[in-house]
Structures are given as C-alpha cells and as structure tokens.
C-alpha cells in the first residue's frame, strides 16, 4: 500500500508541475540538430535494437507489415481518382506503406525494399503535386505525408547523388505547398485540416516541423527549413501548454469524447517528442509529464471488456475504447519509462487489463519496431488508485467516475459535472451513467452524419439522464449536424433541456470508505426565464445503490418539469413508483420517493425511440445506393440497445415552481430481487431517507434550508 501511495503522490506532483514546459525563444538547439541521416525518429545507432524487435517483441507487428509490403509490391499500387474531391483514403494510406517499404529496407536489407520506396517517393510526390496544383487536401491528419518525409531521410544514406538531387528538391516543395505556414499566406484548400495547437493539431499546421527537419543542411533551402523548424518548435511549443492546461491536476483528455481524444491527438505529442529526440538528442519527456495524466484517464475510464461510459459524441455502437487504445498506454510508457521508472508496473498493470490486441492500432504504424521497452507482465493491483481510491474527479472535462474495483463484476458509474473543455461536449450537465453488468442507466442515441437526429436529440438534455423544464416558445441553440437529402428541415425541438454545455457548478465531492457525495448546480446551464435553481445531489452507497435528489426551482409553476432515466430494454412497472430493467445480464430497480404520487411514465420503443417535442428522431438507415452508405455503414440501427430504447420520466402530479425529486436505485445481476425497504419523510427543513443494506443502517439528510447538503449517517446493524 505504501508503494501505491507513492506512485499516487507522484502522479499528482507531475501533474500540478506540468506548467514547466518548453521554453519560447530558445532555439539553441537548432545547433545540435544532427547532419547525418536517419534522423526522423530514430538514429543508426537505434537499428540494432529495432531489428531485435523485429524478431523478438514485435515479429507481429513486422511480419504484418512485411506481408503488406510485398502483397503491394507483388500487385502494385493503384493510383485512381487522383483529383477525388475529398480525397482518395486508399492514396493517402500509400504514405505509410512509403515509410513501412523503407523501414523493411533498413532492418532486412532487402533490395526489392529500396527499389519499392524510391518508386514509391517518386510517385507520391506526383500525387502531392497534382493535388496541390488543383488546390486539393491530400489527406485530413498529416501522418501519411509525415511518413513519406520518413522513407526519405531512412534511405538517404543508400541514395545515389543524382538520385538525392532528384527527389530532394521535388519532396521538399511538394510537402512545403501542403503544409499549412500560417493565416494569409495561402487560401485553406478543400478537406484540409490546418487545426491549431489549441486544438487537435493532426493536420498541415504541423507539417513544416517535419519537413523543415528532414531537410534542414541539406542546400535546398536552410533558411527556410530554419524558420519553419523555429516556427514548428513555437507551435509545438503551445500545444504541449494548452494540452497541459487541459488535463489539470487529475489528468483526462483534450476531448469530452475518449474516441476524439484517443483517436489521433496525442500523436502530434509523440512525434514530436520521437523526433526531437532522434534529430537532436534531447529528451522532452520531463517537460512533458503532463501526458501521464493520459493513463491516469484511461485507468479509471475503462470498463470491462475494455468498452467505456459513451459521454458526449460517441456512437454507442458498441461502447469500444478505441482501437488505438494500447498503442496509447505503450507510447507513452515507451516515452516515460526512463525519466520514471518507479512507473514501470503501473505501465504493464494497465496493459494486463487493456488485453485486447484488436486496440493495438497505431496511427504510425511502424512505431512498435522503434520502442525501447516492453511490458508483457504487470501486477493488476499495481495500478494506480485501485485500493486508494473509488471515485477520481478529472475536472477540465468535468468527468468524476467512481468504480468498487477493476474486475467485470464491478460498478461503475461516471458523474457530470462543470468543465472548462467544451470539445464533443453535450448539453448534459448532471447526467449520470451506471454500468453492472453492461449499462444500467445510459447515454442514447448516436452520431449519423448527416442527420438530424445528431443536431435534434443526441446532444439534447433529452437524450440523457437529467431534468427537463420546458417553458412554452424557447428556442434552443442547435447542436452539430445538418438534415440527409431526405429529410425536411426541422426547428430545434424544445426538449425543455439546457442550452449551455458548460454552465455547470461543482459544489462537493466527498468519498468515505462508505460513499461517495456529488453535489452538482445546472442552474446556469438553463435558460434564465426558466430555471431558478437545478442541483442534483448524487449519493453512490458502496457497491451497489444510488440515491439521486434533485431540487428544481422554475420560474413559473406551469412548466412542466420532468426527471429522466435511459435504459437499454422496456422498463418493467413494479407498481406506481418503482420500475425495473433487465438486459445485457444485469438489472437496475428504482423507485421514486418523490414527489409524492408522481406521473411515471415509458416513452420509447419502436417509432418512439428518440422522442422529444412530439416526435421521433429517427437515426437515417442509409441504403447501399446512397453515397453514404460506406462512411456510415456502421451507424447503429433504430433499434440497437446501446443506443437507448426507452426512457423513464417522472414528473409531479401537482403544478408548483419548487419540486423534489428523490430517487433510489440498485443494480446488480438478473437475480436481483428487491431495492431495500425505505423510510422517506419529507419535512420542513429536510428530506430524510432511511434503509439498511449490506449489514448497515444508512441515514440521508438532505438540508432543505440551503442551496445543498446531505448529512449521512452509517451505522452497523446489531
């Protein structure tokens, strides 16, 4: 336990010092860039250790590629619908098969590598020329065309003159016309992607880091490649600040949805570090340590069977982490295992439980062949927080998840609170999801694009476990996403739902070896006609009951207010206040305690699956005919569980600005029977719930006098 306590402690120092980043204006390593090549993320002093890995460790990852490579070589690369207006994927993915080609070159010595790769370099820059000379984007993220810059300089050393005087000049301006040098100096192309360091930072705005340290001494333009290295450095220089400003204290990632936020985005991170450090010898991972908050996210975001909660833009396909999530975890302890080797077994702690191989997918494919350790065994228990903790606040995404352990027959749930990250954030402030044995409580609907279901219900309050308070004529901002050619144009529905997704207040968040407290203001989040006061106070009783309380204040007494709860399968009624669920080999029960004799009503099943202000928002089916179909063929049906199929709403019987939800839920296998019997009295000056569960009498009170407050009393039973 002390040695966990320690690795706690250091995952929080690092954190609180991530403000010790890269220096602006300190370009005295431009004098240390090496002249030899390679230099772009690895030396030929790192070869010998790739062709170890080659053999070794990574003879998966090499046999794949070089079973690739020679099916390309063998067949031979087919360059179709060059000008394709949005770009031909099959094209683009040619840069990373450029780069795979030279690396088999350099580890095997294989001349029908070589061979390939400078057929390959010749014909990608006329691809680059031909899309550049059309005012086309070659690809929306820059990985392909950084890799080409990597097939070049790992075979510029097996070059001959005429052929480095040849494909220099030409690669240097075919790249140099696609990278992104700033605001005026060039219109944006179509597709393209120049996002900003505060951003994604994965398209051309990162390209001239690379291609000014490809080609920098080599008497093609210096001067040039000098001021795009000093520009690159400047702009790497403000993601790793503004990244660092996005995870705080705790940790998280530069997206409220982890399939945005671990798709791409940390590569920029690690490229630049990987360059930096082969080209010129410095090692950037202390003054990034920031990015250990990364695992510390994905420590406490997974779920069994590696899915996760589906907050914000997910699909609720399937609730997979991303594919690219173990690659994540083995960059970034590749990055940091030698500055913090006290981390090795956190490290393989969370590889052991990111078992899936599937996930194992690089946006750089060739990166594995370069890594310097490796983490095939590590203590589960190791990880960090597992028996310290059962609940973790990460506060710049407004995140506060809380787990009874790692293991499949946990509970999970995750809590919304304020946030200072707005990216792929929907309007859901105090939303809650309960996983037990699959998704007890959950987010629905999906992400189709186009259609309107995204702009009118997915991103809506409707679509989550919140509270409603319509107030007739509001006109709720719209969320991304634009109508198929076979929809009509529609108004925002009035779902009486919020129309901020920032305005949150998080006002406590306690935990006690007996619960975990979370009081949490909306108010803001709410039109201010309509909303006096919206806090919910959320009450997790280890492991297994919630105990949700509400306190809504409207303006006026006629607007109807009402309290939600998704589910996955039809609600069962158990009564006029309590209803059941069962599906995915789990089940929740709730009853309401208050208001007293509240309206319970369903809404969903097919046709009413994504109800709101009177009708359905379908999600598009698209035929194989539509030019759709291939992006989106995998956009869950109407139908599909994880994308919600019911929905409980409670509201009161009776009309009053000022109302009291209480809730109390269990969740467990499909054996369970009963929640415990309740004892609830609503006074004056607080609301009490009493129960006893798991051998202790528990006591809740709510203080009604104050904006929040819950005393909570635990006692043994005798």
Not at 58 to 67: I, L, S, V, W
Not at 98 to 116: G, P, R
Not at 335 to 351: K, S, V, Y
Not at 621 to 647: A, C, I, S
Request: glycine share 6%; aromatic share 12%.
């Amino acid at each position: 336990m002390k040695r966990l306590f320690t690795l706690l402690l250091s995952l929080s120092f690092i954190a609180t010092t991530a403000s010790a980043q890269l220096k602006a204006g300190d370009y005295e390593w431009l004098n240390s860039i090496r002249s030899e090549h390679p230099r772009m993320f690895f030396t030929a002093e790192d070869i010998p250790q790739m062709v170890n890995n080659s053999m070794l460790f990574e003879a998966r990852t090499f046999n794949a590629m070089q079973r690739r490579i020679n099916r390309l070589i063998d067949k031979g690369p087919e360059f179709k619908n060059e000008l394709a207006k949005n770009g031909s994927n099959s094209i683009a993915q040619y840069g990373y098969r450029t780069a795979e080609s030279a690396l088999l070159w350099v580890i095997t010595k294989d001349s029908k590598y070589l061979a390939f790769t400078k057929m390959m370099l010749d014909r990608m820059i006329r691809y680059y020329d031909l899309r550049t000379d059309n005012d086309l984007a070659i690809s929306w993220q820059s990985f392909t065309i950084i890799s080409v810059l990597c097939a070049y300089d790992w075979i510029y050393n097996d070059l001959t003159a005429e052929e480095r005087a040849d494909l220099g000049p030409r690669l240097y301006k075919a790249t140099y016309d696609i990278a992104w040098h700033g605001d005026k100096i060039r219109p944006k192309r179509h597709r393209e992607n120049p996002t900003t360091p505060t951003s994604e930072f994965n398209g051309t705005a990162n390209l001239p880091w690379y291609v000014g340290l490809t080609f920098y001494g080599e008497g093609i333009n210096d001067s040039e490649c000098e001021q795009m290295l000093r520009n690159g450095y400047d702009l790497h220089r403000k993601m790793s600040v503004s990244r660092a400003k996005m995870l705080g204290k705790s940790g998280g990632i530069n997206s409220g949805t982890i399939g945005n936020g671990f798709d791409s985005y940390p590569y920029a991170e690690y490229n630049f570090i990987y360059t930096f450090r082969s080209a010129i010898g410095i090692d950037l991972a202390p003054q990034m340590s920031y990015m250990l908050g990364y695992l510390r996210y994905l420590d406490w975001i997974r779920l069994p069977d590696n899915k996760e909660f589906g907050i914000g833009d997910s699909y609720h396909s399937n609730n997979k982490l991303p594919r690219s999530t173990v690659s994540h975890i083995r960059e970034i302890a590749n990055i940091f295992a030698q500055t913090n080797p006290e981390m090795f077994d956190w490290f393989a702690g969370l590889l052991n439980r990111y078992n899936d191989k599937s996930s194992n997918t690089s946006a750089m494919p060739f990166m594995p062949l370069m890594h310097r350790y490796h983490f095939e065994t590590g203590d589960v228990e190791s990880v960090a927080d597992a028996k310290d903790k059962q609940s973790m606040h990460f506060e710049n995404i407004g995140q506060i998840i809380m787990r009874s352990g790692v293991s499949d027959k946990d509970t999970y749930a995750i809590f919304l609170t304020e946030r200072k990250n707005r990216s792929r954030q929907h309007y859901d402030i105090n939303n809650f999801v309960i996983y037990k044995n699959g998704y007890r409580a959950l987010d629905s609907g999906t992400r189709p694009q186009p259609g309107q279901h995204t702009s009118h219900y997915f991103g809506r309050t409707v679509a989550h476990n919140c509270v409603t308070i319509q107030m007739p004529g509001e006109k709720l901002p719209k969320y991304w996403g634009k109508p198929t050619q076979d929809e009509e144009p529609a108004p925002v529905p009035n779902d009486g739902g919020q129309r901020s997704n920032r305005g949150g207040k998080l006002l406590s968040h306690e935990e006690s070896a007996d619960y975990v407290y979370i009081a949490s203001d909306a108010t803001d989040c709410y039109h201010k006609n309509k909303a006096e006061s919206v806090v919910r106070e959320f009450v997790w009783i280890k492991p297994d009951i919630f105990v949700i309380y509400d306190r809504v204040v409207s303006d006026k007494a006629e607007y109807p207010k009402r309290w939600l709860y998704h589910t996955a399968s039809e609600p069962i009624m158990n009564g006029k206040a309590e209803f059941s669920e069962v599906s995915q080999g789990g089940k929740s029960i709730c009853r309401t305690l208050l208001p007293k004799g509240a309206v319970v009503e369903r809404i969903g099943g097919e046709g009413k699956q994504f109800w709101s202000d009177g009708r359905n928002w379908a999600i598009p089916e698209y035929k194989k005919e539509d030019p759709m179909f291939k992006r989106y063929k995998n956009t869950p049906r109407n139908n599909h569980p994880l994308v919600g199929q019911w929905r409980v709403e409670v509201s009161p019987k009776k009309q009053s600005t000022t109302d009291h939800f209480l809730h109390i839920v269990q969740v467990g296998d499909e054996s369970l029977q009963s929640l415990p019997q309740t004892v609830c009295k609503d006074g004056k000056e607080a609301v009490t719930l009493k129960f006893d569960y798991a051998g202790k009498n528990y006591s809740l009170s709510f203080d009604k006098t104050r904006q929040y407050g819950c005393e909570i009393k635990v006692t043994k039973l005798q």
